[in-house]
């Protein structure tokens, strides 16, 4: 079946500190890719994405590159700032069926 | 854009009452879904829907309705709520979610519900 594990939180790092949230999937096919940042009272809301292998995904500084051969889509930040406080959530998409599946999600706290 | 609109955002229920959480998305996507959130299990889905008229069980759909007769709306009902339904519900739709697309989903700012 498919599935998504992610880094266990919370995580507490300085400002300019290097995050990185460990993210690995099982799927069956090619799955698609996801980061999802939910800030604290909203819904998620889509940080990046990448739909096959090596690809890259990137956005406001953040990274993740989809490793095949690891089966992970690790998350990466050179330089975490205070309002990169949330939680963050791994997902992928089936391409052979109709549904999203999400990690249990990793909260963040960026300290000044 | 309103994108994804969910109504209430707060809702305290006693057990064994009915209610209606609503959802509605201006995007005109053909995928819309429910999840819940529960503290340690991430988000779970509910019910989910391929388009107007076509709706199927995900992870967790006991104790919920759905129905889809229009392509913007997909209420979630629940007949007789129980104490494990508090949760925070999210509703969330995507042009395709698998596919050749790879459309991401876009979510809703949730309902908090809370069962006594």
Same mark, same amino acid.
Request: glycine residues 10%.
């Given at each position: 079946? %498919?599935? =998504?594990?992610?880094?266990e939180?919370?995580v507490?790092?300085?400002? /300019?500190?290097?995050?990185?949230?460990n993210c690995?999937?099982?799927?069956?096919g090619?799955p698609s890719l996801f980061w999802?940042?939910?800030y604290?009272? /909203? #819904?998620l809301?889509l940080?990046?994405?990448?739909?096959?292998a @090596?690809?890259k995904g990137s %956005?406001?500084?953040?990274e993740?590159?989809?490793?095949? /051969?690891?089966?992970?889509f690790h998350?990466e930040k #050179?330089?975490?700032q205070?309002s990169? *406080?949330?939680?963050y959530?791994?997902?992928?998409?089936?391409r052979?069926?109709n549904q999203?599946?999400? #990690?249990?999600?990793?909260?963040?706290?960026v300290?000044? | 854009?309103?994108?994804?609109?969910?109504t209430?955002?707060?809702?305290?229920?006693?057990?064994?009452?009915s209610?209606?959480?609503?959802?509605?998305? @201006?995007?005109?996507h053909e +995928?819309?879904?429910?999840?819940?959130q @529960?503290?340690g299990?991430?988000?779970r889905?509910?019910? +989910?829907s391929v388009g107007?008229g076509?709706?199927?069980q995900g /992870?967790?759909?006991?104790?919920y %309705?759905?129905s889809?007769?229009?392509?913007?709306?997909f209420?979630?009902?629940l007949?007789?709520?129980a104490? *494990?339904?508090t949760s =925070?519900y999210?509703?969330?739709? *995507?042009?395709s979610?698998g596919g050749?697309?790879?459309?991401p989903?876009?979510?809703?700012?949730g309902?908090r519900?809370? =069962?006594?």
């Amino acid at each position: 079946g %498919n599935s =998504v594990t992610q880094m266990e939180g919370p995580v507490t790092l300085s400002e /300019e500190a290097f995050l990185t949230i460990n993210c690995t999937y099982t799927a069956t096919g090619y799955p698609s890719l996801f980061w999802y940042v939910q800030y604290p009272g /909203e #819904g998620l809301q889509l940080l990046l994405k990448a739909t096959k292998a @090596d690809d890259k995904g990137s %956005n406001k500084g953040f990274e993740a590159t989809y490793r095949k /051969e690891t089966t992970s889509f690790h998350l990466e930040k #050179g330089s975490v700032q205070v309002s990169d *406080s949330a939680v963050y959530f791994c997902a992928l998409s089936d391409r052979a069926g109709n549904q999203f599946y999400f #990690g249990t999600g990793t909260s963040l706290t960026v300290i000044p | 854009n309103a994108g994804v609109t969910q109504t209430p955002k707060f809702q305290v229920l006693k057990t064994g009452q009915s209610m209606t959480l609503q959802c509605a998305q @201006d995007m005109n996507h053909e +995928y819309m879904s429910w999840y819940r959130q @529960d503290p340690g299990m991430g988000l779970r889905l509910i019910h +989910y829907s391929v388009g107007a008229g076509i709706t199927d069980q995900g /992870e967790v759909p006991n104790g919920y %309705n759905v129905s889809r007769s229009t392509t913007e709306d997909f209420p979630l009902r629940l007949l007789s709520a129980a104490p *494990s339904q508090t949760s =925070v519900y999210f509703c969330a739709s *995507s042009y395709s979610p698998g596919g050749k697309s790879n459309s991401p989903l876009h979510f809703g700012n949730g309902t908090r519900l809370t =069962v006594t």
